[in-house]
């Protein structure tokens, strides 16, 4: 069973342009997480999709940022336009939540380095 | 709200020995989950073990324990038989049991190096 996936896995960019990240959740996972490590700090919690429905978007910084995930399988975060202090490594995570084993376990994908110039 | 802290930014173990990561937590909920994570340099992060709040038993995953205080709000890992391979990046991590579903999100601490010598 394929993990977690994200595309790119690292990004360069210059102050003031697009980027959009991609994440393709474990299939059948109807959560899906983004978190952002920014300059060796902690991760911190972006937003939480369940399904299609963004459950919890209190960590989007601002405005600038853009997460969908249309028809509830993979997800896109946009940043328009980036800024120096958006460069970090941005994860993608997912989990079912319920009983059983592997419930309730966030599983993360090796995360999109972002360099904004 | 929570809090997690990693009061080792970076630790060291010969190989074979034993070395134990540090974290403490806050919080004013009784049903919670805790967690470690590993991050080796190719960046993908592993989970390393899980710790249910209600659960008095420490949890344990072959070289892997946890040493769960719940009074003391302090959940260690002992890496025991330390190999090459467990150098990382580790991160404990708290997540609510509550039902609501913006409880479900991860309250990382700051991380610690692991560097393991041969």
């Known amino acids: 069973e394929a993990g977690v996936t994200q595309f790119p896995s690292h990004s360069v960019i210059e102050k003031g342009q697009t980027v959009t990240l991609r994440c393709d959740p474990i299939s059948g996972h109807d959560n899906l997480y983004w978190y952002r490590r920014v300059m060796g700090k902690e991760i911190k919690f972006l937003l939480h999709?369940?399904?299609?429905?963004?459950?919890?978007e209190s960590g989007m910084p601002n405005n600038r940022f853009l997460a969908e995930r249309t028809g509830g399988t993979y997800s896109t975060l946009k940043v328009q336009p980036a800024e120096l202090e958006d460069s970090g490594v941005y994860f993608c995570?997912?989990?079912?939540?319920?009983?059983?084993?592997?419930?309730?376990?966030?599983?993360f994908g090796a995360g999109t380095r972002l360099s904004v110039l | 709200a929570q809090t997690v802290t990693q009061s080792q930014p970076e630790m060291s173990v010969q190989e074979a020995e034993t070395v134990t990561l540090s974290c403490t937590y806050d919080t004013s909920e009784s049903d919670y989950y805790l967690f470690w994570y590993k991050q080796p340099p190719s960046r993908q992060m592993i989970l390393v073990i899980r710790q249910e709040a209600y659960k008095q038993q420490n949890a344990t995953e072959n070289r892997f324990s946890v040493n769960f205080q719940k009074a003391a709000k302090s959940f260690s890992l002992k890496i025991s038989d330390s190999q090459l391979g467990d150098a990382a990046m580790y991160f404990c991590?708290?997540?609510?049991?509550?039902?609501?579903?913006?409880?479900?999100?991860?309250?990382f601490g700051s991380g610690t190096q692991l560097t393991v010598l041969p």
């Open positions: 995570a997912s989990s079912q939540e319920g009983q059983g084993v592997g419930k309730n376990i966030q599983y």
């Open positions: 991590a708290y997540r609510s049991n509550l039902i609501s579903g913006s409880a479900r999100q991860l309250t």
């Open positions: 999709f369940v399904k299609e429905s963004k459950q919890d």
